[in-house]
């Protein structure tokens, strides 16, 4: 959904996509790669990392793998450019917190030099730097904070999705 709000707001606004067929599918493309490959990967890889109840070392060193891999495809791609798709963009936005806990994700930024520069731009942003001190007032206890809360972010199937709908 991340990237369809996004977009939709890119629309909207007229901001960040631009408006040429080739700038926008360069846009695009990288939104539809995080979307489908560096979100849910670093998110396995947060997940058997911090919140399975049993450490599973091929899952691990798994996710780790493939996030430092999906790490490389990012810093090779902004080897020349300053971000993502050339100018700042909904592709950027969309990275960006996927990169924030690189620590917790078991990667060094100084392996990905091209990266690092790209986050720490990002990062000195106004409206990152804005978003992020708002997210310390909103988010003040862990999202993982109860067993009930384990269970709604874990114990969901096609039945408890069913019974909500």
Do not use: C
């Not at 902004?78 to 950027?92: P, T």
Request: glycine fraction near 6%.
């Amino acid at each position: 959904e991340s990237g369809a709000i996004l977009l939709y707001l890119a629309e909207k606004t007229g901001r960040y996509i631009p408006k040429d067929i080739r700038g926008r599918t360069d846009v695009l493309q990288w939104l539809f790669w995080q979307v489908g490959g560096l979100g849910p990967m670093a998110g396995q890889n947060h997940h058997f990392a911090s919140y399975a109840p049993e450490k599973l070392p091929y899952a691990v060193d798994r996710y780790v793998r493939e996030t430092s891999r999906l790490y490389g495809v990012l810093d090779k791609q902004l080897a020349n450019r300053d971000f993502i798709a050339g100018e700042y963009s909904i592709a950027d936005i969309a990275s960006y917190p996927w990169i924030v806990p690189h620590e917790k994700q078991q990667q060094n930024l100084d392996d990905f030099p091209n990266l690092k520069r790209w986050f720490e731009v990002i990062a000195a942003r106004p409206a990152t730097v804005r978003a992020y001190e708002k997210a310390k007032i909103i988010n003040t206890q862990p999202t993982i904070n109860s067993d009930e809360a384990r269970k709604t972010l874990f114990g969901q199937d096609s039945h408890t999705v069913r019974q909500h709908a």
